[in-house]
Each structure stands twice: as C-alpha cells, then as structure tokens.
T-cell receptor, first 114, second 115 residues
Framework: AQSVTQLGSHVSVSEGALVLLRCNYSSSVPPYLFWYVQYPNQGLQLLLKYTSAATLVKGINGFEAEFKKSETSFHLTKPSAHMSDAAEYFCAVSGAGGGNKLTFGTGTQLKVEL | EAGVAQSPRYKIIEKRQSVAFWCNPISGHATLYWYQQILGQGPKLLIQFQNNGVVDDSQLPKDRFSAERLKGVDSTLKIQPAKLEDSAVYLC?????????????FGPGTRLTVL
C-alpha cells in the first residue's frame, strides 16, 4: 500500500520568504511522486513530478522538490514566495507499475502575507 | 487544447435524492478517473476507466454510486440515493498513456451539497 503524509495543514510565510512544504511517502515499490496545486474553485494542476530520473525536480512557477530515499521525503520548496502562490498544495504517490492510481495527502494550505 | 470539462459546477440536493455528474476528458485520452474530495481532505479515487472498461472501482460505494463511460469518451457519475456525507467536490481527470508515468489532467470539479 502507498501513502503520503503532509506535515502541517496550514503554512504561513511572508512574501519573499522561503516556502517549504513537507511530504513523506510510504511505498513498497519504487514510487512516482507528484506535487499538485489547487486554487479556489479550480481543479488540480501539476507542479512537478519525480519519475526515478534526477532526484532534484524543477517544476512550474519556480517550485522544485528533492527526492530523498533515505528520508522517504519529497519536500516542495520555492526560494521566494509570491502572493500568487497562496493556494492548497497536495503531494501524491503512485506505483511504478501500470494503473497510475494516485494516492493524495491531506493537503497544505499556503498563506502568503505582505 | 481544450481541458477536461465537467458539469454542473455546483449542485444542491436533499438527502435521498439522486444526482448525476458529467465529464468530457481531453480528446484522445484513454484513461478517465473520478475522485471525491471531501472538505479538508485530499482527493480519493472512486473509479478509473481505461477506454470504456473499469480498471479500479475498489473505493466506489457501489450500493449508491455508479459510473459509466459509454464509447470510451464521456463519462457520468451517479449517486442514488444521496447521503449527507456525500457532500464533496467530485473531480474528473484524464490521462493519455498506457501504464508508465503520465500526467493526470483535472477538470474544475462539481461541488455537491447534500442537505
């Protein structure tokens, strides 16, 4: 069985500060890992994905994430927060086999303050 | 390229009534997913179709939920009868590759309120 745990349901940062959203995974097979963003009243948009190539993955809007097998982590970072980054962020895992079923974490609401 | 379309965007019904949601995936995408997202939680997969066949419906409450994907394109998700705990956003997603890793593209969702 696969699962992800997102630490912190709410994170607040100042504009221009570092954004760090935490995700730890549990998987019995080599995982594929994803970060999605959800703006109010919208569907989910893929930020980035790890598919067993480079461990440091760069995504859209200046976000990146590093896969650390020893820590079973896939934390999302952005060097400088912008007001437009305020949204809910979901980490998700799927197995390397077929099916592509995504298992999502409970989400982290990011608030960006002036 | 047009995205995943869903309708209606919002629906309010009373418990024990029935409701149906419609999804039109991205053209050419063989795989279609329905997720349930309860407030404060991540999306949970209800059912996955590959073309018009069901791949995974292990978390679909089959006593009240049903879904179909006739002709392997559009899909409908039905709830009959609805319960209060069915209040959620129902997300449809589609993807375009067999196996491997591919991106799921999500529609805007249908927000269901059961009173």
């Amino acid at each position: 069985a696969q699962s992800v745990t997102q630490l912190g349901s709410h994170v607040s940062v100042s504009e221009g500060a570092l954004v760090l959203l935490r995700c730890n995974y549990s998987s019995s097979v080599p995982p594929y890992l994803f970060w999605y963003v959800q703006y109010p009243n919208q569907g989910l948009q893929l930020l980035l994905k790890y598919t067993s190539a480079a461990t440091l993955v760069k995504g859209i809007n200046g976000f990146e994430a590093e896969f650390k097998k020893s820590e079973t982590s896939f934390h999302l970072t952005k060097p400088s927060a912008h007001m437009s980054d305020a949204a809910e962020y979901f980490c998700a895992v799927s197995g390397a086999g077929g099916g592509n079923k995504l298992t999502f974490g409970t989400g982290t609401q990011l608030k960006v303050e002036l | 390229e047009a995205g995943v379309a869903q309708s209606p965007r919002y629906k309010i019904i009373e418990k024990r009534q029935s409701v149906a949601f419609w999804c039109n995936p991205i053209s050419g995408h063989a795989t279609l997913y329905w997720y349930q997202q309860i407030l404060g939680q991540g999306p949970k997969l209800l059912i996955q179709f590959q073309n018009n066949g069901v791949v995974d419906d292990s978390q679909l409450p089959k006593d009240r939920f049903s879904a179909e994907r006739l002709k392997g394109v559009d899909s409908t998700l039905k709830i009959q009868p609805a319960k209060l705990e069915d209040s959620a956003v129902y997300l449809c997603a589609s993807s375009g590759q067999r196996g491997g890793v591919n991106e799921q593209f999500f529609g805007p969702g249908t927000r269901l309120t059961v009173l």
